[in-house]
């Protein structure tokens, strides 16, 4: 009995010693590194030519070149810095970037400065947050620093930097943006969907014709437009006519259209962001695909595109460009392929091919972005 007992009393005390231990927790998934997420932050990346006209590769300067230049005179690092000289006294020599960012996550921005007067700051936080500033370097480098949390539907600030009026030049170098890494952009060259649908995709832009833009509008085609800024920034009404069909959009496919997997990961990230700023100035809207030139890239432009705000970096299974009918698989053209065609002489036919090519296998054209979501 007693053995009985002793046992029973074992159970009990099993038992409430399980109740009483802790649950096994899974581990926390690991926090994401900080990284400096600022385009170009040491200024020693050289313009393109074909770049926004003379700009400072990753930065808009309100001045332009008239004000705002690379120089390898004093660099607080590296082998250059950022040096502005206010045009007039009307000018305070501003010079700013886009950055990506997360909801809800705090930020440490901080810069290098020489000069008078001279600030940073961040705008379209979501929360107000008061800029760094100083009266006087003194001639020296002196370090800004400034922090901001971000609000709950931020996904991009304006990270700015300048001088104040009548106090004359400043230089800035070494800047940061610290936060944790945004997550990789995904790469795809197809759309997964059970949806009988396929997507044609247009890039470049240098050779824009009325057949390709009147087969557009009569057959209500929903096309996505990969135009490069410069010819985009030439005639910005074609394209907004070309993509009015709803399901529409345009989309970043670089500045200067290089093979990125040549490119640091500093220059693929110009490349690309410069881009982005470029189309949401001439249209208003921010892409969120990257069409990598020549399809090439690698995971330095998954991290790159991500930093810029980009989700998809998307390549294609198909080629109707320049006369083509190449399908990179077996078969017919099969839902969710995504086509390739350029702004070229050819593309009125091309477009006739490859819908006539949807229509055999039973698809529709569909608009890209909404199913990249």
């Known amino acids: 009995m007693s053995s009985r007992l002793s046992a029973l009393a074992a159970c009990t005390l099993l038992a409430v010693c399980g109740l009483a231990a802790p649950a096994s927790a899974e581990p926390a998934p690991p926090a994401a590194p900080t990284v400096n997420l600022a385009t170009n932050p040491g200024f020693e990346i050289p313009a393109s030519s074909l770049a926004d006209w003379g700009s400072v590769p990753g930065w808009r300067c309100t001045g332009g070149p008239a004000e705002a230049s690379v120089t390898t005179t004093a660099p607080h690092s590296g082998g250059s810095a ?4 206010p045009a007039n006294d009307d000018s305070n020599g501003e010079c700013a970037q886009t950055v990506s960012v997360q909801p809800n996550t705090t930020y440490t921005a901080s810069a290098w400065v020489r000069g008078a007067f001279v600030y940073l700051g961040a705008t379209g936080t979501g929360r107000d947050v008061a800029p760094a500033w100083t009266e006087n370097t003194n001639g020296g480098w002196q ?16 990270l700015y930097v300048h001088g104040w009026y009548q106090q004359g030049p400043f230089a ?7 936060g944790p890494a945004a997550t990789p952009a995904t790469a795809a060259g197809s759309v997964p969907t059970s949806d009988r649908v396929v997507f044609f995709t247009v890039d470049d832009g240098w050779q824009r014709t009325p057949e390709a833009e009147k087969f557009i509008a009569d057959h209500k085609l929903p096309i996505t437009a990969f135009p490069l800024p410069m010819p985009a920034a030439t005639d910005p009404d074609f394209f907004r006519r070309v993509t009015a069909v709803p399901g529409s959009s345009i989309q970043d496919h670089s500045v200067s259209h290089p093979d990125l997997t040549t490119l640091s990961p500093a220059e693929q990230q110009v490349e690309i962001c410069d881009a982005r700023d470029a189309l949401i100035r001439t249209f208003g809207t921010a892409p969120t695909v990257f069409r990598p030139p020549y399809f090439t890239w690698n995971a330095d432009t998954l991290q790159a595109a991500a930093n810029c705000g980009i989700r998809t970096v998307l390549t294609a299974d198909a080629d109707f460009s320049w006369g083509a009918s190449n399908i990179w698989h077996e078969g017919t053209l099969s839902p969710g392929d995504v086509v390739l065609m350029h702004w070229t002489d050819t593309l009125a036919g091309d477009l006739q091919r490859a819908l006539a090519a949807a229509d055999a296998a039973g698809l529709t054209p ?4 909404s199913y990249l979501r």
């Open 82 to 85: 950022l040096a502005v000289t």
């Open 143 to 158: 370090k800004l620093t400034t922090r901001f949390t971000t609000g709950p539907t931020a996904r991009t600030v304006r």
């Open 172 to 178: 800035v170098d070494d800047v940061r943006v610290d």
């Open 366 to 369: 569909a608009g890209l972005a």
